[in-house]
């Protein structure tokens, strides 16, 4: 499934894990209970040894599925294992790609069911060869808008986007949070584009994540809950915080129509 197709049913939850934690024969069923309990989209982090975008929690998982096995082979074959029907987007660094090279990265993720690419350490200003290899895949690729990003970026981060925008909850590395950030609300707001607007970086209970959509993004990311749970083996626990935090994005009332009462 497309992202195009999967947002035509916004609001959206989009969950992260990171690929291979606890091992790569897991990743799967991971996958298909996140898609059982209400996820619209899995963000499948490839894992890095220097993973600059992450706080702690992703990096140990990194490490976890490093140690027992994850590379960017078993990524792919991974990948294609999977049967839940939802869009899945690669989360990874660009020298993983540029690695494997370009065309055969992109073509590699169309091939294994992964519809969108999110590289944190690439600037739309010189992704032109990543964006002309996606686009011959049909492959999205998806750039981040952070708080500290100037005005006069964001149209061309925009423009250069495809699939959706990810909006950068707060400075610094991934990590669950205690509430919103004023200048989250704020960003959402200053942010003009066409494409959804989708909001991670510390978003971990229904009510955060309720509270994203209600100030108008069309889609909240929780990522390092996720991978916390799952570091502790509680998949009913995952898949309970995925079911809850899909029914608080479920209950919030369009923009409009708030503005009509």
């Known amino acids: 499934m497309k992202l195009s197709e999967a947002f035509k049913r916004r609001p959206l939850l989009i969950a992260y894990i990171c690929a291979g934690d606890p091992s790569p024969e897991s990743t799967p069923e991971i996958v298909e209970?996140?898609?059982?309990?209400?996820?619209?989209v899995v963000e499948l982090g490839l894992p890095h040894?220097?993973?600059i975008a992450d706080g702690p929690v992703i990096q140990a998982a990194a490490q976890r599925a490093i140690e027992a096995g994850m590379n960017t082979n078993v990524y792919f074959e991974m990948a294609s294992r999977i049967r839940a029907?939802?869009?899945?987007?690669?989360?990874?660094?660009?020298?993983m790609i540029y690695q494997r090279g370009l065309d055969k990265f992109a073509g590699d993720c169309?091939?294994?069911?992964?519809?969108?690419?999110?590289?944190?350490?690439?600037?739309?200003?010189?992704?032109g060869?990543?964006?002309?290899?996606?686009?011959?895949?049909?492959?999205?690729?998806?750039?981040l808008v952070a708080p500290n990003t100037p005005a006069e970026r964001i149209p061309i981060i925009a423009e250069s986007s495809s699939g959706f925008l990810y909006l950068v909850a707060r400075a610094g590395v991934t990590g669950t949070r205690s509430e919103v950030l004023l200048s989250t609300k704020a960003l959402i707001e200053r942010v003009k584009a066409?494409?959804?607007?989708a909001v991670g970086f510390g978003i971990s209970t229904p009510e955060q994540a309720a509270e994203?959509?209600?100030?108008?993004a069309d889609a909240a990311i929780v990522g390092s809950a996720c991978v916390d749970l799952i570091s502790k083996g509680?998949?009913?626990?995952?898949?309970?915080?995925?079911?809850?935090?899909?029914?608080?994005?479920?209950?919030?009332?369009p923009i409009e129509a708030v503005a009509r009462i």
């Open 33 to 40: 209970l996140l898609a059982r309990a209400g996820a619209d």
């Open 49 to 51: 040894s220097d993973p």
């Open 85 to 95: 029907d939802l869009p899945l987007v690669f989360m990874g660094y660009y020298n």
């Open 110 to 127: 169309a091939n294994s069911g992964i519809t969108g690419l999110i590289v944190p350490d690439l600037p739309p200003e010189e992704a």
């Open 129 to 143: 060869p990543l964006r002309e290899a996606c686009e011959k895949a049909e492959v999205d690729l998806i750039y």
């Open 194 to 197: 066409d494409l959804p607007k």
């Open 212 to 216: 994203v959509i209600r100030a108008g």
């Open 234 to 253: 509680d998949l009913e626990g995952l898949e309970n915080l995925i079911r809850g935090m899909k029914l608080a994005i479920r209950e919030v009332k």
